[in-house]
């Protein structure tokens, strides 16, 4: 079976990189939000043989009285943890639905 560097770097983390949670560290201290106001929706390490970066998207859930919020999608490097591409959109949050009892 033939073991590229490019399978590799998509099954397991590097070596000598940062893990997950290092990641979403910084992709938070980024974008100023507090972990206890933010939600991860998607993190994935993903990579080829130039490099791997972490993919995350995150929501900040400190809506103000409008019910908007914000969305994050950012890039971190898996080997420095520097933060390599990052966008934010605004996005309404829709309030809690009642509940049936």
């Not at 290092?22 to 043989?49: I, K």
């Amino acid at each position: 079976m033939k073991n590229t560097l490019a399978k590799q770097i998509h099954k397991t983390p590097p070596a000598t990189g940062i893990k997950e949670a290092q990641a979403m560290r910084a992709a938070l201290a980024y974008a100023g939000v507090a972990p206890e106001h933010a939600r991860f929706t998607h993190v994935l390490l993903s990579g080829d043989a130039l490099g791997a970066v972490y993919e995350l998207e995150f929501q900040n859930l400190l809506a103000d009285a409008s019910r908007c919020g914000m969305a994050y999608c950012c890039y971190v490097d898996a080997f420095t943890g520097e933060v390599r591409g990052f966008m934010g959109i605004s996005e309404c949050i829709s309030p809690a639905l009642p509940t049936i009892s």
